[in-house]
Each structure stands twice: as structure tokens, then as C-alpha cells.
């Protein structure tokens, strides 16, 4: 999974960027409006976590504009104002959900994953092809009725190949669906996970 954050804040960004990171999210940052409708313009995303109060054009400039421009990932609107007015004004711009500022991080990934669930494209809780079975909800694998020791990482890239089982998928595809911006195009990581996967 791939999502774009959207906050100016320097110290939620580092934090929300690490922890969804830490859960094998891929995660793109973006700290203005500009930078986010240029990059929701560029990558493809399953779910947007957008910050209102950011510097020109604001969140719901930016959640309408997404919207106009055809894209129908989730949406997550973030703010500190509490106000039944803003929640209004975000979801009739076309955000999916609304989380208000401070909020605890569990609560924050409780509603990307209903998001995600709710989303166009229904994500199945166990994923099988052959002896693998993967829970989603758990990040798990298991291989003829054994767990399947791996990272957040290994995890990440094993559900994607799962979910595109039975069809060609480039090393693009999976370096953009698995990784994030920081990732070399020079690199050889993806063959070494792969190859580790043996």
C-alpha cells in the first residue's frame, strides 16, 4: 500500500511517516498543497492523509482539486480544528473520513484500514494461491500450515505479488507499490528480497 502525507508540521510528518513505515506502508510526504496535487499527479495512491490548515492551496482546496482531477483513492482529512463546519466543509469536498488533532496513532491506522477496506478495490482479510495464506489484518503468512517468519518489508512486497498473482508485474510496479519516493532506481534491493525469498 501506498499513501501520500500530507502535513506541514516537521514533527507529525517524522512521526506518522516512521510509524506507518514501521506497519510496511509505503509512505511519500508532501508539506504544501502545490506539492501534493503535483505528486498525487505523478504516483498512484491508495489513500491520501491530508492536513487542512497547510500552506496555500489548504486541504480542501487540494481534497476538491484530487477529486475534480478523477482520483478516487481515500481520502483523510487531519485538523486541529474540531469544528462541525470544517468536518462538513471536508467530506462535501470529497474526503472519505476526518480525524481530529492530537490523535493517537492506533486510532490513526484503525481508520486507514477501514478506509482501505471500504475502498473501490475490496481487500479480501486472507489472501490464498496455493499452500500461502497471508492475513492482511495481521501482516501474517503461513506456508502449509507453518508461519512464515518476515519483516515489514518482506511482508509488503509478498502481499503485493499475492494480490498480482497470475500476472506480469515489472520491477516499476513493485518499486512503486512496495517502496516509496526514497527509493534508488539503481538499487538491486528488490532482486535481493526476492532472491531471499528463494
Known sequence: ??????????????????????QAYAVDSASTGEEALYQTEINAYDLVILDVMIPAPNG???????????????????TARDAVEDRISGLDRGADDYLTK???FRELLARLRALLRRSAELRPPKLTVGELVLDTAAQ???????????????????????RNAGRVVSRAD???????????????????????GG
Do not use: Q
Open 1 to 22: 500500500m501506498r499513501i501520500l502525507l500530507v502535513e506541514d508540521d516537521p514533527g507529525v510528518r517524522r512521526f506518522v511517516v516512521k510509524g506507518l513505515r514501521e
Open 60 to 78: 480542501f482546496e487540494v481534497c476538491r482539486r484530487i477529486r475534480e482531477g478523477g482520483g478516487r483513492m481515500p481520502i483523510l482529512m487531519l
Open 102 to 104: 492530537p490523535f493517537e
Open 140 to 162: 501474517s503468512a503461513m506456508r502449509g500450515g507453518h508461519a512464515v517468519a518476515l519483516t515489514h518489508k518482506e511482508y509488503a512486497l509478498l502481499e503485493y505479488l499475492v
Open 174 to 196: 513493485i518499486a512503486e507499490h512496495v517502496w516509496d519516493e526514497t527509493f534508488d532506481p539503481f538499487s538491486n534491493l528488490i532482486e535481493v528480497y526476492i532472491n531471499r
